[in-house]
């Protein structure tokens, strides 16, 4: 017998590879439930992944709901839950509506209930083709504004052409240091901190719905910031995006009482012309020097990357996530083996 469970929306976890695109549903989902109540509800599996209803739960989210409704789909295998939660969002598609029946549906309502806040296109003849224009204009503003988080950038606190962010210095030693995808199973202590020096699939979720996991993450000692990855194949404006990414992210975290270590991400010299832009000079940053040594042009790289980064911030400290590659840093090293809670050691000056 299938059982529907309230569950703290806080220990659900969104499918990191989730393949359905449904921000612009949001609003829409979110207006349903406030009209109506959350009358279907969220299936996730014996972990509290998603399953079925990511946009649902953004939308409860949205509503600043502390619980919702659940069913726990511990019968089916790993497999089985792939295939349902691919099956669950194709179905939808492959249906289609009889407009004609549509419209007289909607018409009956037309007196109880505005159907547009329901993500239906409303034919009103006592209305202008200007006016309903205007209004789905604002409605795709708002829309594009919340899903690129522009009402959380502040061009006053960004510096350079870029307007990168700006994030204050810190002279921080952390102690310890686990990675972002421990976040939701570990408890904060004192001296702990939190990383990002993994796939960029893992907390892409950050970006996306900063509002959930920023007070998550601030009541950690310290964190540092994502690392969004700058590869060569890359075009130059999505490094760019992703430079300004991880400053922003920061820069909400310190907003939210964190101590932020930036995270240094650079790739050929042409991005020395924004990658340290938005950086006080003379904190603690983070740096990786995991593959580095892999070939002779990655190396050369990530030595050029370092010797500007030097030059132009002058920090105190390093906080170097990965072995030590035969580089004389000017200041204190802290190396942070590469493991699931790493070891620390300090190399000094």
């Known amino acids: 017998m299938m059982r529907i469970i309230e569950k703290d929306i806080e ?61 726990v789909a511990n019968d089916l295998t790993t497999e089985q839950i792939k295939a349902f939660r691919l099956a669950d969002n194709k179905v939808g598609e492959l249906a289609t509506w009889d407009n004609s029946l549509l419209q007289i549906e909607l018409g009956d309502l037309v007196d109880c209930l505005d159907m547009s806040d329901f993500g239906f296109d409303i034919d009103d003849d006592n209305e202008s083709s200007d006016e309903v224009t205007e209004e789905e204009k604002g409605n795709e503003r708002e829309r594009t504004m919340e899903a690129y988080n522009l009402y959380d950038f502040d061009e006053n606190r960004a510096e350079g052409f870029y307007q990168m962010p700006i994030i204050h210095a810190v002279d921080y030693v952390p102690k310890e240091l686990i990675g972002f995808n421990y976040l939701l199973t570990s408890e904060p202590k004192e001296g702990l901190g939190i990383h990002f020096y993994i796939d960029d699939y893992q907390f892409e979720r950050v970006w996306n719905d900063p509002e959930k996991y920023i007070p998550k993450l601030a009541k950690y000692d310290c964190v540092l910031t994502p690392d969004f990855s700058l590869y060569r194949e890359m075009p130059v404006a999505m490094k760019v995006w992703n430079v300004y990414r991880s400053r922003l992210v920061g820069q909400l975290l310190e907003d939210e009482g964190a101590t932020v270590i930036p995270t240094l991400s650079w790739c050929e010299p042409e991005t020395f012309k924004f990658c340290f832009d938005g950086l006080e000079q003379g904190g603690t940053y983070s740096i990786s020097t995991i593959g580095v040594k892999r070939e002779e042009a990655a190396f050369q790289i990530w030595k050029d990357g370092v010797d500007e980064a030097m030059r132009k911030l002058k920090p105190v400290r390093i906080v170097c996530y990965g072995g030590d590659v035969g ?18 050691k300090k190399n000094g000056r």
């Open 11 to 71: 220990s659900l976890m969104p499918y990191d590879r989730n393949p359905r695109k449904n921000n612009d549903a949001v609003a829409a989902v979110a207006n349903s439930i406030r009209e109506f109540g959350f009358k279907v509800p969220i299936i996730v599996d014996s972990n509290g992944v998603i399953v079925a209803g990511h946009t649902r739960h953004k939308a409860a989210q949205k509503l600043k709901m502390k619980k919702v409704p659940c069913i």
């Open 327 to 344: 580089y004389d840093f000017p200041c204190e090293v802290i190396y942070v083996n590469n493991t699931t809670t790493e070891r620390m």
